[in-house]
């Protein structure tokens, strides 16, 4: 048996606001920083000790990780990191408000770009103030696996890689797993361990700051489809809140 626990970054600067983040590097608010400890204070609650960590290399999930850790006590735990864990790419909606957006474009497309499973928004262009092209943490990717935009099937394909060659490893290790990731990164990954369909993901929220544990039988499926949520109230109401963003 291998037990997992993936857990969405808390609270964004961005979330707060409102608005699309994708790959733009916001920090978490303060209520998000409280979140982080709450996760790692649940985590000792629950008796889980994490052995290693799996991280994006975007700050809010960083962030995360290691308030989540000193929470815990497990600041010294080793920690890899990856872009293949980052929120995925809203292209040209990063930066914009998801009202306004919902108002300007109305509901169905407002949807099909958050939550259809394979319909990406418009490209961000390589000079908007919110591209990351020229950003020195993906100077070693190569130019072509550079998103500009991505859908939830693109975020699938290239998180895959990093399951199998870096996590699934560590699992079969028989090392407790903790990913401190994003909604739809870790949307992705629970869509392929529950073996979602593609049109049912699109109704699958996680919410920030909770952590969800997977006990995963030897093939790495979950014992309990959906995993768990080690605060299932908080994580029914704040699921709720953020399907209801933009409205
Ligand atoms: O803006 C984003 O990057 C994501 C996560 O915060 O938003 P959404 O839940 O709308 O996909």
């Not at 982080?36 to 985590?43: E, I, T």
């Not at 929220?205 to 093939?219: A, C, K, Q, S, V």
């Amino acid at each position: 048996m291998a037990t997992l626990v993936l857990l969405r970054h808390g609270e964004s600067d961005w979330n707060a606001k409102g608005l699309f983040t994708g790959w733009v590097d916001v920090s978490l608010s303060a209520k998000g920083e409280d979140e982080a400890r709450r996760g790692g204070k649940l985590l000792l609650d629950n008796d889980l000790r994490p052995d290693v960590v799996h991280t994006s290399v975007l700050t809010r999930a960083i962030q995360t990780a290691q308030l989540a850790l000193g929470e815990a006590d497990l600041l010294w735990l080793p920690v890899r990191r990856s872009w293949r864990l980052n929120e995925r790419h809203y292209g040209a909606l990063q930066g914009k408000n998801k009202a306004q957006t919902r108002e300007e474009f109305g509901d169905e497309q407002f949807m099909l770009w958050r939550r259809s499973y394979d319909v990406p928004p418009p490209p961000m262009a390589d000079d908007d103030e919110y591209s990351q092209a020229g950003d020195p943490r993906y100077a070693l990717l190569p130019p072509e696996l550079m998103p500009r935009t991505e859908c939830l099937k693109d975020v699938v394909e290239r998180m895959l890689p990093y399951w199998y060659d870096q996590i699934v490893p560590d699992l079969s290790a028989g090392r407790t797993v903790l990913v401190a990731a994003h909604g739809n990164s870790l949307r992705a990954l629970v869509k392929h361990l529950d073996g979602i369909s593609d049109e049912k993901i699109a109704g699958l929220n996680i919410p920030t700051g909770i952590p969800l544990l997977y006990e995963l039988d030897e093939g790495f499926r979950p014992k309990q489809p959906g995993g768990r949520y080690l605060d299932p109230d908080a994580a029914k109401a704040a699921i709720e809140a953020v399907a209801n963003q933009g409205r």
